[in-house]
Structure formats: C-alpha cells, structure tokens
C-alpha cells in the first residue's frame, strides 16, 4: 500500500465549505488565549495547558461550522462538532506565503501561551501525483520555502510534523528514483534549518503501522536526517490504532538512536478500514472515530505526544463521496463525532 493519504494543503484565506478564517492569513492580529481571537460566537478556547500545551486555533473550519449550526439550530450538530473545533489541530502551511502564515499561527499561539503545532508538506513530486499531488516546483523553490517558514516561526514555540509520505514514497518506489537523493538531501536540510531556531522541534514523517516492512525504513529515515531531528512521527493522516502505532514507533527508535515519536491519533478511535480497495482504504473510510485528545501525557516515554496532525472532517481525497483533498467536509465531520460516543 502507498502511503499516499490525500492530506490536502490549502492557499492562505481559501473558503471551503465555510468561511474558514485563518490566523495566519491575518499575521496573527487577532491572537489566540484570553478570550481573543474567537470564531464569531463559537466560544472556542484553548484546553487546559497542563496536558495540552498546543494551540487551539478559534477559527478553523470546525469552529466556523459550529456557528453555522448553531445560527441554523442545529444545536446537537454544533454540539458534536465542537468536540473537533474545541481540541488543537494541525495547521498545514501553504505554497504561497509560508512567513506569514507561519508567523501568523505561531505568534496567536504564543498570545495564547500555548505551542503551534505546524505540518510542512511541500516536498517536490509529492504524494506522487495521487489526490495530493503538487508542491515546490523544484530543489531550490523548497529550500526558499523552508527558509520563510523558518523566519516566520522566529523564536515562538512550534511543533513540526515534516513531510507526510516523503520517505515513504522513496522507499516504495512511488517516487521516481532520480529525485531520491534530492529528497534525502532537501529533508535534511529542512531538518538543520528548522532544527536551528530556539523553541522548535522537528519530527520527521515515518509512516504507519500498516505500512510494509520496517526494515526497509530504517537506513532512509537516517538519510533523511532523522537522527538531526527531535524525533519521528507515525499514523500521519491514517487510522491505526494507539496500541499499534506505539509498538510500530518503538520498533522504528529501536533502530535509530532511541528517538521519541508523535502519533497521530485524529480518526484513529475505531482503528483502520479493512474492507474495500485494499490501495484506498486511507481515502475517507467510513465509520471511523476521534481518537485520543492532543497530549503530552501519553502511555509510553518514548510518545512525546498524541497530536491531532490530520484536520478531523478534512477530506482525503476524491473518494468514497470525498470532495477534494483538504476541503472540509462536515458530513464526515458529523460521523466521526458521533462515532466517538
């Protein structure tokens, strides 16, 4: 199986589905903690910082469709739909304007007194050419991509989930091999720069449980800089269970210097899909659940954190009814709420 998930990446100030209003398009003016910054009427704030110290951003999709809900009294869907919009959420950088939109999440985090948690995914030839197909024209486009992430973040405190599929697609010959020594090379240079500022820490994308062979990662992971990084990440976008992502994580530290890992939990309440297209069943498999909140009180020293990386109610891809990749889906959103009893 690829590891292909149909992430989706969005422009700066993009609508979908509703007004979906972005602190990083506004440089972050509006803030983030104390009562700033809320989605018009929604009342969304951040979780308490003592096992949550991420940022919750009030105006995201899910905040956006609890004040379309509740303005059209749809009280239970706004309900269920603030378990999403209430818990911090990756936000996926754009192609356009990376310092602003980095600046704009990381300095509404830091008014808030919380970490942004940021998902870069702009490497070149990405997703290979599936649902998420796209990003930085060439080598030299990533590295000035990087460097306006980077001076966007600056010194405020930032999470980083690096580069879904990259090194995936690399080893299972997804992407073709003549840009695999660009690839280890562009990743370990985001690595030293990110690497580099005062209150970051970089996690290297390293797949999922149900991903072929953990042998054939190992060395790729490594040349790719993992061992630069603050750690790894597993069950990016995808839908294994805690239990399982936290053994496929230790195997994978096991080999690599002992480094800690994040893991996705956003879907992974009811575990992975096992029927249909055996290729597709990451794209918006039905019946799934929200996993664990964002955390770094986890059930393993070696998980720094249980992250919500995929935007719950984000689509994957043109699939199973899906709009396109990234597009917020409130149907989906709805199900996987309710699933979560």
């Not at 001076?151 to 690399?170: F, K, M, Q, S, W």
């Not at 992250?307 to 989906?332: F, H, T």
Request: aromatic content about 8%.
């Amino acid at each position: 199986m690829y590891g292909g998930r149909g992430a989706g990446v969005r422009a700066c100030g993009a609508v979908m589905g509703v007004a979906l209003l972005l602190a990083g398009c506004s440089g972050g003016d509006d803030g983030g903690g104390g009562g700033k910054g809320r989605a018009s009427g929604s009342g969304i704030t951040q979780q308490p910082d003592g096992t949550d110290p991420f940022w919750v951003n009030p105006k995201g999709n899910a905040a956006a469709q609890v004040v379309a809900y509740e303005k059209a009294g749809k009280d239970k869907d706004a309900k269920l739909i603030r378990r999403i919009a209430e818990q911090p959420t990756g936000e996926w950088i754009g192609p356009e304007n990376p310092e602003r939109e980095a600046k704009g999440f990381t300095v509404a985090a830091e008014e808030a007194d919380r970490d942004a948690v940021l998902v870069l995914y702009n490497i070149p030839h990405r997703d290979c050419g599936q649902y998420s197909g796209g990003g930085a024209a060439d080598g030299d486009a990533y590295r000035a991509w990087i460097d306006g992430v980077a001076r966007g973040i600056g010194d405020r405190p930032a999470t980083i989930v690096l580069e879904p599929d990259a090194v995936l697609h690399v080893v299972d010959g997804c992407t073709p091999e003549e840009f695999h020594a660009e690839r280890y090379d562009l990743l370990k240079g985001a690595i030293e720069t990110l690497g580099a500022l005062k209150n970051t820490k970089v996690y290297l994308d390293a797949g999922n449980a149900g991903w072929g062979d953990p042998e054939q990662i190992y060395d790729p992971l490594k040349w790719a800089g993992v061992e630069q990084a603050d750690g790894f990440a597993v069950n990016v976008s995808n839908f294994y269970t805690t239990e399982d992502s936290i053994e496929y994580g230790r195997q994978l530290s096991a080999k690599i210097g002992d480094k800690p890992f994040v893991i996705d939990t956003s879907r992974n309440g009811n575990g992975p899909w096992n029927e249909g297209d055996e290729d597709e069943r990451w794209c918006n498999p039905p019946g799934r659940a929200l996993g664990e909140s964002p955390t770094t009180k986890t059930a393993d020293p070696l998980v720094d954190a249980y992250l919500w990386v995929k935007r719950p109610g984000e689509s994957d891809g043109e699939c199973k009814g899906g709009p396109k990749a990234g597009e917020w889906w409130p149907e989906y959103a709805l199900d996987l709420a309710k699933a979560s009893d």
